[in-house]
C-alpha cells in the first residue's frame, strides 16, 4: 500500500522560511515524478514544484521560482520542498503526489499523479 506522509507545515511570518517533507512508503521508482501542490482555502490546486528522478530536473511555478527548492532522497525515499521569503498568498494546504513514467510538461495541472498525500497547512501571516 503506497503512503505520502507530509510534515512541515506551520503558521510563519511573512519573510519566513519553512521545510517540508513528505515520506513515500511502499512505493519505489527510479522514473517517477515527484511534486508538490498548494491549494488556498477557496481557490484551485496548483502546481508548485516537481522533480524528475530519472533526471534530477526541477520544474517551478513561476510565482515561487526563486524562493522555494525541491529536493528528493532517493535513499530516504523523500521530497521536500525549501519555502523562503514566504508571503502572504503562499498560505494553502500543500499536498504531496507522486506518478511514475517522470514528470509531464503539463505536471503542474496534477491530472496525471496517482499517489497523494493528505496535506500539511502553511500559513503565513503578513
Known amino acids: 500500500q503506497v503512503q505520502l506522509v507530509e510534515s512541515g507545515g506551520s503558521s510563519v511570518q511573512a519573510g519566513g522560511s519553512l521545510r517540508l517533507s513528505c515520506v513515500a512508503s511502499g512505493y519505489t521508482d527510479s522514473n517517477d515524478c515527484m511534486a508538490w501542490f498548494r491549494q488556498p482555502p477557496g481557490k484551485e490546486r496548483e502546481g508548485v514544484a516537481a522533480?524528475?528522478?530519472?533526471?534530477?530536473?526541477?520544474y517551478y511555478n513561476p510565482s515561487v521560482k526563486g524562493r522555494f527548492f525541491v529536493s528528493r532522497d532517493n535513499a530516504k525515499n523523500t521530497l521536500s520542498l525549501q519555502l523562503n521569503s514566504l508571503k502572504a498568498e503562499d498560505s494553502a494546504m500543500y499536498y504531496c503526489a507522486a506518478k511514475r513514467r517522470g514528470c509531464s510538461a503539463t505536471w503542474f495541472t496534477g491530472t496525471s499523479f496517482t499517489f497523494w498525500g493528505q496535506g500539511t497547512q502553511v500559513t503565513v501571516s503578513s
Open positions: 522533480v524528475s528522478t530519472a533526471h534530477g530536473v526541477t
